[in-house]
């Protein structure tokens, strides 16, 4: 197994910790999918204090690593035939996103039917002078992959890999229970407001990752819409 940077994970730990990731990635083939667009979100976000982008996409990582030279979770989405696995899922996406200029790269670390075993993931991220970021949805997956060797573990997944509806509040309790064990936790999905993104890092969170809130715009229009919709007020 190739050993981890601890120089670099010592100083991803000092910038990141307590610290706002935002998420940048736009609705797919939306009109702000572009790669200017995520490149200037991800500038506008950096500007209102978040001291991390997550961004998917090789051409978006490059782009954003050529404007900022703070931390990039890089990420590559596959919609892959028969397999549920979508971040991240191969070897060769984590040597174009190193290459690009992520320094953390996150997969899909969930307990799945995968292309790529979690193993082979972790030792790649690892030869590219990367950080590791596993995206669980489930207690045990986190406590194996933060065993294995992966520095930060995500509650990315959680509520997305069941046959159910995706529930509406974060997953306060997962991130409770991974950070009891000593993990650093990113607190990741659904994290809509800022009182729910502060509640992640009372509970003990390493730092917490948003995404539609502070980037798609379709969403949070459609937040509004609906919230209006049901206010009962007739015009
Ligand atoms: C489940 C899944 O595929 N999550 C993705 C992971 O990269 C993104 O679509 C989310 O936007 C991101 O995790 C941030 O979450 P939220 O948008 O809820 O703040």
């Not at 949805?137 to 065993?147: M, P, R, S, V």
């Amino acid at each position: 197994m190739s050993a981890i940077n601890r120089a670099l994970e010592k100083q991803l730990v000092n910038q990141l910790k307590g610290a706002l990731i935002a998420s940048c990635q736009p609705v797919d083939d939306g009109p702000m999918d572009k790669v200017e667009h995520v490149r200037a979100m991800a500038l506008a976000a950096i500007a209102g204090g978040a001291k991390g982008v997550r961004i998917e996409g090789v051409e978006n990582v490059k782009a954003v690593a050529a404007a900022t030279e703070l931390p990039i979770v890089g990420i590559i989405k596959r919609d892959l035939s028969g397999c549920p696995i979508r971040i991240t899922p191969f070897v060769d996406d984590i040597k174009m996103l190193a290459d690009a200029g992520a320094k953390i790269i996150a997969f899909d670390g969930t307990d799945r039917v995968r292309p790529v075993d979690v193993e082979t993931l972790l030792n790649t991220i690892h030869e590219c002078g990367c950080i590791a970021m596993a995206d669980c949805a489930e207690f045990e997956e986190g406590i194996k992959l933060a065993k294995l060797g992966c520095s930060f573990i995500g509650s990315t997944l959680s509520g997305y890999t069941q046959d159910q509806a995706v529930p509406e509040q974060p997953d306060y309790e997962l991130v409770e229970k991974w950070q009891l064990q000593g993990l650093k936790v990113v607190a990741e999905g659904r994290y809509n407001s800022p009182e729910r993104a502060a509640k992640a890092i009372e509970l003990g969170a390493f730092c917490v990752t948003v995404g539609s809130a502070i980037t798609r715009i379709e969403h949070i229009t459609q937040w509004f819409v609906t919230r209006i919709d049901g206010s009962g007020r007739k015009v």
